[in-house]
Nanobody, 125 residues
Framework: QLQLVESGGGLVQAGDSLRLSCAASGRTFSSSAMGWFRQAPGKEREFVARISRNGVMTYYADSVKGRFTISRDNAKNTVYLQMNSLKPEDTAVYYC??????????????????WGQGTQVTVSS
């Protein structure tokens, strides 16, 4: 079992930065690929970024590439999402997710077994 708790969301202005954290409890964190997804009001949940078990391989949605950075600290059982140059269209609930069966990670939410409760990010113009 793996429990995930996101934090770090908030209300910011366009151009600002935020760092989201996702703290995991459970013995499978370091062997799990991790992902960040988001869901804006009235829209489906979408992929944002993923990171491999060892943190070496990352992949981003085109909409955040060059602005967001995913990282992890397996010693702290935590995955991060550094978000820079935020835009109003980044407003959403952000979720972290774990995929214990895939070392690299996936862009498909159905591949993830464990999810956090989400943290709200609101970017004003």
């Amino acid at each position: 079992q793996l429990q995930l708790v996101e934090s770090g969301g908030g209300l910011v202005q366009a151009g600002d930065s935020l760092r989201l954290s996702c703290a995991a409890s459970g013995r499978t964190f370091s062997s799990s690929a991790m992902g960040w997804f988001r869901q804006a009001p009235g829209k489906e949940r979408e992929f944002v970024a993923r990171i491999s078990r060892n943190g070496v391989m990352t992949y981003y949605a085109d909409s955040v590439k060059g602005r967001f950075t995913i990282s992890r600290d397996n010693a702290k059982n935590t995955v991060y999402l550094q978000m820079n140059s935020l835009k109003p269209e980044d407003t959403a609930v952000y979720y972290c997710a774990a995929n214990p069966s895939d070392w690299r990670g996936s862009t498909h939410q159905d591949d993830y077994n464990y999810w956090g409760q989400g943290t709200q990010v609101t970017v004003s113009s």
